[in-house]
């Protein structure tokens, strides 16, 4: 979604524009940040795909790059709801908490194998 959000800020006008509908506050605050909201949401989408990547691969460091993510996004959301009172940004309390759960659960599938799928003994 990051890299969508960047993408129509980059192209605006286009085919896409009308998803913006969905969050018009996001909208205006990015686009009066100008050419930094694209190279911020191209941060945020190189970050995802980084941390899914090492995720894919079972790699410690994306098991904690998705952490760090996950967790900075928890406290975005509580900021956003406590601060500029947007009671929606709480629905992504439970989500990001039950990812997190998920993640630690299984954090001993995610060793110090630098990188390597896990391999199963035959």
């Not at 050419?35 to 941390?51: F, H, K, P, R, Y």
Request: net charge positive; charged share 10%; aromatic share 8%.
């Amino acid at each position: 979604m990051s890299g969508l959000a960047g993408m129509m800020l980059m192209f605006p006008g286009g085919v896409l524009e009308p998803l913006w509908r969905l969050n018009t506050r996001s909208h205006q605050g990015l686009a009066a940040m100008g050419a930094w909201a694209v190279i911020l949401m191209a941060m945020v989408c190189g970050a995802c795909a980084t941390a899914a990547l090492g995720l894919l691969k079972c790699a410690r460091w994306g098991y904690l790059t998705a952490l760090v993510i996950l967790s900075i996004n928890l406290v975005g959301d509580t900021l956003n709801a406590w601060i500029a009172h947007d009671w929606r940004t709480l629905i992504g309390l439970p989500i990001g908490g039950a990812m997190i759960a998920y993640l630690v659960m299984k954090r001993s599938v995610f060793g110090d194998r630098g990188g390597s799928a896990p391999t199963s003994a035959n």
